[in-house]
């Protein structure tokens, strides 16, 4: 009997476990897929998977410290190495790199020397080779990267007699020198040249320094040669970037191993890192999130950002996408805002009033009233007067001619490119570049005034423009369109407003519903450089310093627009009154 009720209580218990295990199994998995318990910031600075702060909430490779710093605060760290920005979209993390010195002690005549190395052998980092450049600084000084791993050595010296050879802003060879770094770079270490030392210049530059560090956030400065200034920023610590990436497999191979396969979400898809090997994973337009994690990447209502996702008409959205249609009893461009009514008669108007010429400009003249009250005029209008029927004359052709107009905009914007820029703006995801209607600028040059003028020149005219977000920007209304290639225009135009370089004006937007499309500029108050030297009698002479910056960074901008820029851009037409200056 005891036997019997041990073996009963056995079963039910066994039952019970069946019962439970699903929603045990379940909780598991749902806090899996929600991180529970991990930390999702590490002071201001967000920590989004695959990286992770504490046991179990990261990748293999991508565990981060939260360490309190000694200004009382928190910051993420990889190993004794700072991480200041994570970018999930970018594939890239922005660390706070040291800085290498040497420094010439004139009480002894000895020099010291302070050497970084930094090594992400075996880790999911590479040091990027796009956006970072080895920096010397200094007079007399010769600094070396090297990577004993791959055998990669380079370099670059800088020199300068006295202060009065520095220049601000200008990093080629003068107090500043700066190179660039191969792809695949998981090693590197700086050495200084004691041959090149600061024994000559000390009174003026007793210490030199180089670095591997962000190009953008770089600018040269004299007082860098002169004081502290450099070494003194941010504990010694300046930022630099680094692809991230899931290492060591293609997407052909991760694929083939679904458990480890990285790219957890249903909306996500793949692609081979351009920086080492191993991959990416990236929300499909129209979704954004984290695709690491299990439905990380959530559908984009395009219909909420009308700036990004433009809709004049009514807007719907849908998995991935959106769709923009013309209101009920209209046709046209939506996207453009160029939706016109389609005029028609209805169906129980036309059998009450019958097909007369009068009766049918009476309705057409007042469409928008009911039917009622058109009745009402229509029986008081038994005799038509030669003034009525002219007045519904005039009605009918200013319809006519603004149906007309509506139509001859849509046809421009279709011939300039502008459904294929529609469905590259909607590709990239983020990118501010808009497409301006004519009624916009129009309001934002009082009608293209002449009191609104900035220059005039061969190939068009720029006015100065308000927009209705109170940014200032600059507006070209060029004189003609080359034929051949206008229908690829809205296209060009997306490629030169991704051109991102600090000496290049950022490009903004462009209206295509006009016969030579408009473009929108950043607006650079300082006017140009032709202006700033034949125009403009009251300022002093400009001093060689900036003479050699001017020339400096427009050359610079050059060389980046002719062998940087992906494709190539070249400029042709390079001349004093195109070179726009700004506030330094």
């Known amino acids: 009997m005891e036997a019997v009720l041990v073996h009963r209580l056995f079963q039910l218990l066994s039952i019970i476990l069946l019962l439970l295990l699903p929603h045990l199994t379940g909780a598991a998995a749902s806090a899996a897929s929600l991180r529970g318990g991990c930390p999702e910031k590490c002071g201001d600075v967000e920590i989004p998977y695959p990286f992770g702060i504490g046991p179990n909430c990261s990748m293999e490779g991508f565990a981060l410290t939260c360490n309190m710093t000694d200004a009382g605060v928190r910051k993420p760290f990889f190993f004794n190495v700072e991480i200041i920005d994570i970018s999930l979209q970018l594939g890239q993390a922005r660390m706070l790199n040291h800085i290498s010195q040497q420094c010439y002690h004139a009480s002894n005549r000895s020099s010291t020397y302070n050497d970084w190395i930094l090594n992400l052998d075996n880790t999911p980092y590479r040091f990027s080779d796009v956006h970072n450049m080895f920096t010397v600084i200094g007079c007399n000084t010769l600094a070396y990267i ?57 009174n003026f530059s007793p210490c030199s320094y180089a670095v591997l560090l962000e190009a953008d956030w770089f600018r040269f400065r004299t007082s860098y040669i002169t004081t502290y200034q450099f070494w003194n920023y941010s504990n010694s610590r300046v930022p630099m970037v680094v692809d991230w990436a899931i290492r060591n497999e293609t997407c052909q191979a991760a694929k083939l191993n679904k458990t480890s396969y990285a790219c957890r979400s249903a909306n996500s898809e793949c692609f081979d890192s351009s920086n080492g090997p191993g991959y990416l994973c990236y929300c499909l337009s129209g979704y954004q999130g984290n695709p690491y994690l299990l439905d990380g990447c959530k559908d984009i209502d395009e219909c909420v950002d009308k700036d990004q ?13 959106y769709n923009c249609s013309c209101p009920p009893g209209t046709h046209g461009n939506p996207l453009a805002g160029t939706c016109t009514s389609n005029r028609k008669l ?61 139509k001859v905009k849509e046809r421009y914007f279709k011939e300039h490119g502008g459904w294929i820029l529609m469905e590259e703006i ?76 600090k000496n290049i004006v950022k490009l903004l937007g462009c209206c295509l519903e006009v016969e030579v499309p408009i473009l929108v500029y950043e607006f650079v108050p300082n006017g140009t450089l032709f202006q700033f030297v034949h125009e403009n009698k009251n300022t002093y002479p400009i001093s060689l310093g900036a003479r050699l910056q001017i020339a400096y960074e427009s050359a610079d901008a050059l060389a980046y627009l002719h062998s940087s820029a992906s494709p190539p851009i070249i400029h042709g037409d390079v001349k004093s009154s195109n070179i726009l200056l700004d506030e330094n």
């Open 426 to 501: 909607k590709e990239k995801q983020g990118h501010a570049f808009k497409i301006f209607t004519s009624k916009e600028l129009e309001k934002a040059t009082n009608k293209f005034g002449n009191n609104q003028v900035l220059g005039r020149g061969g190939h068009g005219t720029v006015y100065k423009g308000v927009l209705e977000d109170d940014r200032i920007v600059a507006i070209k209304k060029p004189k003609f369109i080359n034929e051949t290639s206008k229908n690829e225009f809205g296209k060009e135009m997306f490629i030169l407003s991704q051109i991102n370089h």
């Open 146 to 202: 090297h990577s004993f791993r791959t055998n990669y050595q380079s370099g670059c010296v800088s020199m300068c007699q006295n202060e009065l050879s520095l220049v601000n802003g200008s990093c080629s060879g003068i107090g500043c020198c700066q190179t660039s770094i191969p792809k695949n770079l998981t090693y590197y270490r700086v050495s200084f040249d004691e041959k090149f030392n600061n024994l000559q210049v000390w």
């Open 346 to 406: 209805p169906l129980a108007a036309k059998a009450i009033l019958g097909e007369s010429p009068s009766s049918t400009m009476i309705l057409i003249c007042l469409w928008r009233y009911s039917i009622r009250y058109i009745l009402e005029i229509y029986n008081s209008c038994t005799s038509s007067s030669i003034a009525f029927l002219s007045l519904c004359s005039m009605c009918i052709y200013m319809i006519y001619e603004r149906r007309k107009f509506a």
């Open 309 to 321: 996702y433009p809709c004049q008409g009514i807007c719907q959205n849908t998995n991935g996408s």
